[in-house]
């Protein structure tokens, strides 16, 4: 079954920092963009950070001074670092891929099921 899972979620203190993983399973046989949303109480999912097949990054506008978004396409895992949180980072974060399986050649999103973010005043 292919899934996507996420790590490293947690309570920090406003000031603080975390670094999120995630990875896709193995049965993948191809990476393009993989993308980190988040998803407050009472709020719509938004985009955190993307990066392409090529590498290519992008922010959203509230972190982009704070946040670091990677890939290793060998380990299937995308790492997103966040510095300075503050409370309003307070959320539910989801990676995405989007992958081909076997062979496959459509393209798919695949979603994990979040890790919640808490970050205390």
């Known amino acids: 079954q292919v899934q996507v899972v996420e790590s490293g979620g947690g309570l920090v203190q406003a000031g603080g920092s975390l670094n999120l993983s995630c990875v896709v399973s193995?049965?993948?046989?191809?990476?393009?963009?993989i993308g980190w949303y988040r998803q407050a109480p009472g709020k719509s999912r938004e985009l955190v950070a993307s990066?392409?097949?090529?590498?290519?990054?992008d922010y959203a506008e509230d972190v982009k001074r704070r946040a670091t978004i990677s890939r290793d396409n060998a380990k299937r895992m995308s790492y997103l670092q966040m510095n300075n949180l503050q409370p309003e980072d307070t959320a539910v974060y989801y990676c995405?891929?989007?992958?081909?399986?076997?062979?496959?050649?459509?393209?798919?999103?695949?979603w994990g099921k979040g890790t919640q973010v808490t970050v205390s005043s």
């Open positions: 193995n049965i993948v046989s191809r990476i393009n963009d």
């Open positions: 995405y891929f989007q992958v081909r399986i076997g062979f496959v050649l459509t393209w798919r999103d695949l």
């Open positions: 990066i392409s097949g090529a590498g290519i990054t």
